[in-house]
């Protein structure tokens, strides 16, 4: 019988998932045994054209990470789509936009006048800043063209299936993969992570009294977690009461609240506005001056409650004024 | 821009024991106030999630009114002062998301305050007529690539 | 109009970095760029963010060392609040940084660099893999490079949280400590690193040092720079990747520079290319002076040789001597050849190991004392590591309540970026000649890109199948006449 045939695929990522591909690679023996990777850009030489060539539905599953940035990516996983049977978003920046979403709380503009002429060691009394298209002594060279905007996989292309996590723990690879192999597959569009909040496994979760409530938000600057207690009743914003479990509390183990990297929990429009709602709810204010310190002791709630969901947010970036951004 | 012509539109979530019977009042005793605003009945302020307030400013609205019991009167006792910390909370993040903080606007209006009713909504509809439309849906697909 | 040769190294249409070689008439290399068509704009979208929350931030500038980005938003964060954490937290921040240095510079060494050595620069493409190093030393090296990296990154994962994108570094301090058990079972890591460090030197002896052709590769001027250096040394000029001062040594090796952290700005400048989204430090009081090497450019190189360079020598007595041994070899110091990283990063990996073994067995690392709250008021912190590929400069601003104004950053591949630049363009400019360009000779020019390791490559050659590259020749129309690929 032959192998199914598997493609790897990176956007604008950090490399982390490629890194726990190769975490889980480390015994790619048995994986080659298993499947046929017909595609992995940092480890083997396939191009575009050898893409172009496979039929329709020949490759059995895409897996793509990093977040959509540029039109070359989109080409990209748009042709994998048309060739995959199934594409599987993988980590939070397919999955969600991830931290580099970040950038849609800003704009490109800014993004290269900060880079290229005000950072405090630039020296740039011309005022040169990165072109699409530029000469050297005669030599043209090119560079990519940014999007204005930062996007999750399925904003560009039909996904299938999603394996959160920041990046996913190789466990749930793991998992993923036999899932796919033995064809023992969710309905398409789940999230290969477990359905309940991150608080139901946490070992915390003990010390989370049921009438919680938080007099004002504590930062982690100026203040220590408690090892044993659950953040929230600490006082420090945690995103477990909002977020997928299936992460093997790593955050939670290194003493510190969850940043919300798996996601929210099923059937969730919107991420942030869910912990917003879940925790302010929990505020111990009970006049109007009250509940605005309460709410100032949460500083930069955008960078907190959509630190790696901002794309895929209601809001999905900034509002700026026209002509700012282009 | 504040555009003379502009006639911003406005959605009301309101409290059905008090602020809605409050707006009901003002119609009936043909107060004058500006038609701007569309009234949706919830049970209790603390009902409104935040979420309906996004969806809302997203779909269309130029502004979002909440509207409940006096602190104190709620009819599920605590309602309202949910409304009161989700609040603020909800207006910080929507600065960070470039949405002026003055378009979205909690109030406390009894059943009888029918008066109260029509000045809360003259006022707000002259607020969001000096801050201009919103018009989320096109500002944001000008600052996203299209696909 | 001239031949064009492209080389993508990462078979990334976007990349990380791309080769472009321009040929003349007589189909000589008149000039070669390494571009950067990379921009995440990290500067900006963490603008307005608690600066605390940096180090979980930064990390995801690259996942291949993120315990770098977090350590150096850690320092960053505890000089924005003008805060010294207590020795233990000092100490287990070290520990975990070693440990990260340890396994980082394995990788490297066995899976990415190494294989050019190991098996041969000019070998098949189809055995100059991690699968090529197995064929040569056998598998079951390759299983302890595999459960050595393991090892350290449990270490990393338990202490941290998180191996990839660590958690624990707070301003002040750590969010938490080790346990005596904990030290016990690191300790065991630590000693086996130290074992495994010798036995790679022994390695490296025996299969590169005693093959004449490799050593007179590693001298061959095609791969010299004389360009200035720069690294973190401690108070006895001795190599240290966590602390201390920076110092900066001429092409001749003299001291030029020895600043604190917080002075980088009277030292450092940037210059920026139109064809480059990375941009090129240089030292400031010697100016930009294009893409040159020799005493006058400003120029310098960071990453392990450069590091080795600056420093009068090694901390732990077993990587002291492999210092000397390496300059013996190299003919005294400063070396300048960019091939001898490979082996400047295997002395760093063995101090390392041995100073992993040093704090394990400080007593003071088992102390609870992990934290000093920072009380005063935030303004402006710079924070700078030793990472794997060269110095990181994190610098940030913000207002009395910590909310983050402006950010500069400054990674080891900036760094590089200029030096990595040339030594290509030498690289290329040596091994094509007459048009005749052919596998080994591009390998060469690659293995020039490779000897810095720059970030993003890294993962490259850690599984079966080849380094892709490919290399086009046009004509003058753009039709591509010749197509190389391995
Ligand atoms: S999900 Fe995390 S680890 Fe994966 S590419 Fe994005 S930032 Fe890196
Ligand atoms: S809020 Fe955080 S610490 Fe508390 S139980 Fe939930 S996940 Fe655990
Ligand atoms: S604790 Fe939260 S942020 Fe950390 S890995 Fe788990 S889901 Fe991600
Ligand atoms: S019932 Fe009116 S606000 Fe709760």
Not at chain 3, 63 to 73: D, E, K, L, R, Y
């Amino acid at each position: 019988m032959a192998k199914p045939k598997v493609a790897f695929y990176w956007c604008a990522s950090c490399g982390g998932c490629e890194e726990t591909i190769v975490d889980l690679a480390e015994d790619i023996l048995k994986v080659v045994e298993a499947v046929d990777i017909v595609l992995w850009p940092v480890a083997l030489d396939f191009k575009l054209k050898d893409v172009k060539a496979w039929k329709p539905g020949e490759v059995a599953v895409a897996f793509i990470n990093g977040a959509v940035r540029l039109s070359e990516q989109e080409e990209w996983v748009k042709l994998l789509r048309e060739k995959c049977s199934l594409v599987v978003a993988f980590g939070s920046c397919a999955h969600l936009g991830g931290i580099p979403g970040l950038a849609n709380a800003t704009t490109r503009d800014e993004i290269i006048a900060n880079k290229y002429l005000r950072a405090p060691t630039v020296n740039n009394p011309e005022g040169t800043v990165p072109q699409e298209k530029s000469k050297v002594n005669g030599f043209e060279l090119e560079l990519p063209n940014f999007w204005k905007d930062v996007k999750a996989l399925d904003e560009v292309i039909d996904v299938d299936y999603y394996l959160p996590g920041c990046p996913p723990p190789f466990e749930t690879v793991a998992t993923a993969v036999n899932a796919i192999l033995e064809n023992k597959l969710p309905p398409k569009g789940s999230v290969i992570a477990p359905e309940k909040a991150l608080c139901e496994t946490c070992p915390r979760n003990e010390s989370k009294p049921d009438d919680l409530t938080i007099t004002s938000f504590k930062r982690l600057a100026t203040s220590t977690p408690d090892p044993e207690k659950c953040f929230l009743a600490d006082g420090f914003l945690c995103m477990g009461p909002a977020t997928r479990g299936g992460c093997g509390e790593r955050c939670i183990n290194g003493n510190m609240p969850c940043r919300g990297c798996f996601g929210p929990t099923p059937d969730v429009l919107d991420a942030g506005l869910k912990m917003l709602s879940a925790v302010a709810s929990r505020g111990a204010a009970d006049t109007e001056q009250a509940s605005q310190d309460f709410a100032d002791s949460l500083v930069d709630p955008l960078g907190t409650l959509y630190r790696f969901s901002l794309p895929v947010s209601m809001l999905r970036r900034r509002l700026v004024p026209t002509g700012d951004n282009q | 821009m504040a555009n003379e012509q502009f006639e911003p539109r406005i959605v009301g979530f309101l409290c059905r024991w008090c602020s809605y019977t409050g707006a009901d009042l003002a119609g009936t005793s043909r107060m004058q106030y500006p038609a701007n605003l569309a009234a949706i009945r919830v049970m209790c302020s603390g009902r409104v999630d935040p979420t309906f307030v996004v969806k809302a400013l997203k779909d269309g609205a130029d502004g979002v009114l909440i509207a409940g019991c006096h602190p104190g009167d709620c009819h599920y006792s605590e309602g309202n002062y949910k409304a009161m910390r989700r609040y603020p909370m909800l207006l910080n993040l929507l600065d960070q998301f470039g949405i002026e903080c003055g378009r979205v606007r909690l109030e406390w209006i009894s059943a009888s305050e029918g008066e109260r009713f029509a000045e809360v909504v003259t006022e707000f509809t002259e607020q969001l007529k000096a801050l201009g439309p919103l018009n989320w849906q096109e500002s944001i697909s000008a600052l996203c690539t299209g696909t | 109009m001239s031949k064009r040769i492209t080389i993508n190294p990462i078979t990334r249409l976007e990349g990380h970095g791309k080769i472009e070689i321009f040929l003349d008439d007589a189909g000589d290399v008149e000039r070669a760029f390494l571009q950067i068509p990379e921009l995440r704009g990290f500067e900006t979208f963490c603008l307005g963010r608690p600066a605390e929350e940096m180090a979980r931030i930064t990390p995801r500038i690259c996942g291949v060392c993120p315990t770098a980005h977090h350590i150096a938003s850690t320092k960053c964060l505890d000089d924005l609040w003008h805060v010294d954490p207590p020795p233990t937290a000092k100490k287990l921040r070290e520990l975990v940084y070693s440990a990260f240095m340890c396994e980082d510079h394995f990788l490297h060494f066995y899976f990415l660099g190494g294989p050019d050595f190991v098996v041969g620069p000019t070998a098949p493409a189809t055995e100059r893999n991690i699968l090529g190093v197995i064929a040569k030393v056998g598998l079951d090296i390759a299983g302890q490079v595999i459960a050595m990296r393991r090892k350290c990154r449990e270490l990393i994962e338990t202490m941290a949280g998180k191996v990839i994108h660590p958690v624990f570094g707070l301003p002040g301090g750590v969010s938490k400590g080790i346990t005596e058990e904990q030290r016990l079972e690191f300790l065991k890591t630590a000693e086996t690193a130290v074992e495994f460090a010798q036995f790679s030197l022994n390695l490296f002896n025996d299969v590169v040092l005693k093959n004449d052709d490799y050593v007179k590769l590693i001298l061959d001027d095609a791969y010299a720079h004389r360009t200035n250096y720069m690294g973190l040394v401690d108070e006895n000029n001795k190599v240290n990747f966590y602390d201390g001062h920076v110092r900066v040594v001429g092409p001749d090796g003299d001291e030029f520079a020895r600043f604190a952290p917080r002075d980088y700005t009277d030292h450092f400048a940037e210059h920026v290319e139109p064809w480059s989204y990375v941009t090129f430090p240089y030292l400031k009081s010697k100016g930009w002076k294009g893409f040159v090497d020799g005493p006058d450019s400003g120029v310098v190189r960071a990453a392990p040789l450069a590091r080795c360079n600056v420093a009068d020598g090694m901390a732990t007595p077993l990587a002291q001597a492999a210092y000397e041994k390496m300059y013996e070899t190299l003919g005294g110091k400063p070396a300048h050849a960019t091939l001898a990283f490979h082996w400047a990063r295997l002395v760093e990996a063995l101090y390392a190991a041995e100073r992993m073994k040093e704090l394990l067995e400080d007593p003071e690392i088992t102390g609870t004392d992990i934290r000093t709250e920072p009380t005063r008021t935030p303004d402006e912190g710079i924070g700078i590591v030793e990472a794997p590929r060269g110095t990181l400069v994190h610098h940030y601003f913000t207002d009395d309540n910590g909310v983050l104004t402006k950010v500069n950053l400054i990674v080891a591949t900036n760094f590089n970026a200029a030096p990595i630049a040339m030594s290509v363009e030498k690289a290329a400019k040596g091994m094509i000649k007459g048009g005749k360009v052919n596998d080994g000779l591009l390998n060469m020019v690659e293995m020039a890109f490779r000897a810095y390791d720059p970030c993003h490559a890294c993962a490259t050659h850690s599984l079966p199948g080849q380094m892709p590259l490919v290399a086009r020749v046009y004509d003058s129309t753009g039709k591509t006449i010749k197509e190389l690929r391995r």
